[in-house]
């Protein structure tokens, strides 16, 4: 089998080309993620490096920067990017971006805490520039860049996102569109010093708030999450998008993308692949109270 795009000596090349750039030190770095991106804790500095894991979307990186700048001007609880270095940077290829670490000193984030921050985000305008709303665009282009991908599951993965497709496009949302963060779950929010703060920007754009409230449903439906975690964030933000008719649509798309978001690595992190054929065969067998466990 062909070695994959994102090994571990890669990376680590990547990491160290980064490093040396900006005068910092990878010795002791520490891998903290490496689904859609691979994140690098580093030891020697109050700094992680991010670097973009999928060739197809590598467009994303523009917008993760402007969301980031935007939530700065306007004192948004989020993760800053390194100050002083222009962003995003070319490392070997590879598009990376540099990051102030989060000191975990606060305490655990609560549902509550995202919904606080959810309200915060939903009242912004957009940044400018920022893309409009098409979640099944990057399950597609997931698809087109997997490094392994058996052709008939390629045809049934497009296939069902035509056919979600077709269902989404005869939605009509019951909240006012707007800023949404994109991949609103709790991994997504870190437990800061002077409280939580948002992080992973990749996917916003503008689109229907419904989207942001969607992920906690689905932990609760596929991961097992406790029930009373998605009452409490539904209680705080005001809105319980499970009780919306819509809300089947909006958890299919969800899990397509919970599926295919390790396809562009899948090669380079064998860890993922029982989760991800496990989680394809659901999908396959129209299985939906499936216990799925979370890529790690």
Request: charged share 25%.
């Amino acid at each position: 089998m062909p070695e994959g795009r994102f090994t571990p000596a890669k990376l680590r090349r990547v990491l160290v080309g980064t490093c040396a750039r900006l005068g910092l030190d990878p010795a002791g770095a520490r891998l903290l993620r490496f689904t859609n991106n691979a994140v690098y804790a580093l030891a020697a500095a109050p700094v992680v490096v991010r670097i973009v894991g999928s060739t197809k979307l590598r467009h994303r990186v523009g917008t993760v920067v402007r969301v980031a700048e935007h939530f700065a001007r306007h004192d948004v609880p989020a993760v800053r990017l390194l100050s002083g270095v222009e962003q995003p940077l070319d490392v070997q290829g590879h598009l990376v971006t540099v990051w102030d670490r989060v000191p975990f000193t606060g305490p655990p984030v609560t549902p509550a805490d995202l919904a606080g921050l959810l309200r915060r985000v939903h009242a912004l305008p957009p940044p400018d520039g920022l893309a409009e709303w098409d979640p099944l665009h990057s399950v597609q282009a997931r698809v087109a860049d997997a490094e392994e991908l058996a052709d008939d599951d390629r045809q049934f993965l497009l296939e069902r996102c035509a056919e979600v497709q077709d269902r989404l496009d005869t939605l009509d949302f019951p909240l006012t569109r707007g800023f949404v963060h994109g991949d609103a779950y709790p991994g997504n929010v870190l437990p800061g010093p002077d409280g939580p703060v948002l992080c992973d920007f990749d996917s916003s754009c503008v689109g229907p708030p419904e989207w942001d409230l969607t992920p906690l449903a689905v932990g609760r439906e596929r991961f097992g999450d406790p029930p009373a975690g998605y009452a409490e964030f539904a209680r705080a933000y005001g809105f319980d998008v499970t009780a919306w008719s819509g809300f089947s649509v909006l958890r299919a798309v969800r899990e397509l993308k919970l599926t295919t978001s390790v396809l562009p690595i899948l090669r380079s992190h064998p860890p993922v692949r029982a989760e991800w054929r496990r989680r394809l065969a659901d999908l396959r067998a129209g299985r939906t109270s499936s216990a799925w466990t979370r890529y790690r």
